[in-house]
Structure formats: C-alpha cells, structure tokens
C-alpha cells in the first residue's frame, strides 16, 4: 500500500475500520447517498453502478450540503445577479473564501466559477508577473494549466513527469536572478501518480521559485481536515499558492486559489475569466461551504475511500489487470487501445450495469487509452468485489494485455 492511501488507515484496527464504514455506508445508503444512477439498458429502465464520478466523497448527495442549498435557495433565489465585482458579490462568496483560506493556512483565497477558470485565470496573471518570468511546468499538467501559462506570455521549460532531477536541470541552466515559477499537480487527473511535493518544495528554496500547486483532485480527499497533499505532507506553507476545486472532493461546482494576499489580489483584480463572468449563485457557494465544513470534521468519508482504492489496487493485482498506480484513488486500468478501451467500456455497462468511461485521445496520447476508474466512498466492499470480477471477464474476453505480458515485452 502506498503511503498517500496508508495514512488515512494507519492506526486502526480492522475491525475498526469495519465498523466505521459499516455504519458510514448505512447513513449514505439511507439518505440516497450511494453511487447509482438510472439509465436505460436494452429498453428498459435500471439502475448503473457509476465507477467513474469525480464526486469521490458522495458530497453531492449529502443530506447537509443539499439543505445548505436550498436553504440558500430560499433566501437567495438561484442566480447571483452578477459578476463578484459588480453586484455578484454575496456574503455566501465572502465566508467560503475565508474558510479556504484558513483550510490551507493562507491570508486569503478567491473563487472561481470553475477549476478550469481558476487555473487559467489565475495562471496568466501569476506566471506573466513580472514580465521576465521563468516557468517550469510538469508535462503532465492539465489543459487548464497549459492555457494559462500560454495566455501569460511567459517563457515556459517543460520538465518530464515527476522527474524532479529534470526540474533542477533546468532551474539550474536558467539565469540566477530570472524570476522563477514551478506550476505542478499534486494528483494526476488520467495516471492517478502523486507528485514529489517535498523535493519541489526544497528545489524552489534553492532557486527562488515561487510555487503554484493544483490540488484538484487532493482536496476533500486527503492531508488534515480534507486539506490536500501539501497537508498531508506538513508542507503546505511551502508553497506559494494552492488551487483546489469545489467539483470533486466537495461534490458542488467551482474553483479557487488560496494563497498570500497581495498575489490573491492581483488575480482578483486582473484575471479575466474572474473579472468577467457572473459568479457563483449563493446557494452554490452556500453548499460548498457546508461540504467544506463538513469534511473539515469528517474523516470517514477519507478512510472509506482510501480503503476502497487499497482494495480494489489488490483485486486488480490479483487479476493480473494492469493499472498505472497505487499512488492514489485514481485507478487508470491501462488498455492501450482506443477500440478495444471503447468496447471494454460498452460490455461493461451492457452486461453488468456498470458505467466507466473509457478515455480517448486528446485526454491521453493515442496508444495509451484508459479506464479511468473512481472507486468512491459510498461503494462497498461487495461493490468493489463485483466490479473487479467483471472487469477481469471483460479483460479475458476482449484479449486485453495483462500485467505480467506488459512487463515481459
């Protein structure tokens, strides 16, 4: 077991942790909280077992967040009449950004009405101040963080995945008094790896560098209080800027950056797709608020996740399937072929029920297709149990390359 998922489990006892998701999955199965949607299979109309949701949590079915909601719906109506420096400003926006802020431990954070904005809109004015600046960017980073660097201006250095020797390469070839920015993930959105948030942290001491780390698929999830990676590792305070999402972990909509407030206003006042939008309906900033509370409180939703992803990396191993990594909750089954993932894709939902998306070029390079597969906190271990049996048929059926194959060519 990888030490990211190891440390939400660390501690407890078997049976301990039994009986918590035991009684977890009983309060999630009794308020709808379970991951089930409706479709229609061969014309008629039956339940699908949904193993590719971002909503890892089951935040959006919360019977917490869902009040916040309409409670908010009732007082605010639905729209939010404009955009945050206009007249879309609402004291819902006001108290979720002073709660981020203080989950990262940072003088201030902005919402955004997407991750995607947050990253791009932040990104061109952060990585273009000053003019002169430097950026080292991994080459796995998002579309988002790709846009916003290119939107910037500025010159950009793109280090291999992870490869934090390749980082210094380049930090070091560059000019010593250039101003210099490292833009990284800390979960890889399609691999599910986690990145080496402790080596970049004492790279950019070295060099200078200010930091800007996405933790879109961390937050909720992991570190202290749902607080990310940076967290979990005790290093948060390491990094200049830490942007998150409302959309995964915390199961509503939005993003956000947290970080010193000088750099938070200069995005505020600066970055376009904040400037120029309308911004989020109070009810949403409203549900967010309580999913981050919540989750601030909370450690059962994290245990049961993490002890789903452990399960279902050891079923997979057995099953000799082979998958990109046990860093995290992400599970990539790699087919490596766009076709076949397709077809693996559509005998899963049409013999079993089951719903996982394959994953097609332009998310993945041509030639490295994936199921990307999102156990959650609301499956179960007979959940986990039955979808690995079905994947391991569908693998055998469709002539898929194992593990042990890949590893002898």
């Known amino acids: 077991m990888n030490h990211h998922l190891a440390s939400y489990l660390s501690g407890q006892t078997a049976d301990d942790l039994a009986g918590s998701k035991r009684e977890f999955l009983e309060i999630g199965r009794k308020s709808g909280n379970y991951p089930m949607a409706s479709a229609r299979r061969d014309g008629v109309d039956s339940e699908v077992s949904v193993w590719c949701s971002n909503d890892y949590l089951g935040m959006g079915q919360n019977p917490q967040v869902i009040a916040a909601m309409q409670a908010a719906v009732d007082t605010h109506g639905v729209g939010s009449g404009g955009s945050r420096n206009i007249g879309g400003n609402n004291h819902h926006h006001v108290l979720l950004e002073k709660e981020l802020a203080d989950l990262h431990g940072k003088e201030a954070a902005l919402l955004f009405t997407s991750g995607y904005t947050a990253n791009e809109g932040s990104l061109t004015v952060l990585a273009g101040m000053p003019k002169d600046t430097l950026v080292f960017s991994d080459a796995k980073n998002h579309a988002s963080i790709i846009d916003g660097l290119r939107h910037s201006g500025a010159k950009k250095f793109i280090f291999r995945h992870n490869d934090v020797a390749h980082l210094e390469e380049l930090l070091a070839a560059a000019p010593a008094d250039a101003p210099k920015f490292i833009v990284a993930e800390s979960v890889y959105s399609m691999s599910g790896t986690v990145a080496p948030l402790a080596q970049i942290a004492g790279l950019a001491d070295e060099y200078g560098a200010t930091t800007f780390i996405d933790e879109v698929h961390a937050v909720g999830m992991y570190g202290p209080q749902g607080a990310g990676i940076a967290a979990q590792e005790g290093i948060a305070d390491r990094f200049t800027v830490i942007m998150g999402t409302l959309a995964k972990g915390f199961g509503t909509i939005g993003g956000y950056i947290a970080g010193p407030a000088a750099l938070v206003d200069a995005v505020r006042t600066y970055a376009r797709s904040f400037v120029f939008t309308t911004s ?110 079905a994947l391991h048929g569908i693998w055998k059926e469709l002539n898929i390359p194992t593990a042990s194959a890949r590893d002898a060519r």
Request: proline residues 5%; negative net charge.
């Open 280 to 389: 989020l309906p109070p009810s949403v900033a409203a549900a967010a608020l309580a999913s981050v509370q919540y989750l601030r409180s909370s450690d059962a939703e994290r245990k049961a996740l993490a002890e789903n992803a452990r399960y279902l990396h050891s079923l997979l191993i057995s099953a000799d399937i082979p998958f990109l990594s046990t860093d995290s909750h992400i599970v990539s089954a790699f087919v490596g072929d766009d076709d076949t993932c397709k077809r693996a894709s559509q005998l899963l939902f049409e013999r079993h029920g089951i719903y996982v998306q394959s994953i097609n070029a332009p998310s993945v390079p041509t030639g490295e297709e994936i199921l990307r597969i999102a156990p959650s906190a609301v499956h179960d271990q007979t959940d986990v149990e039955n979808f690995a049996h």
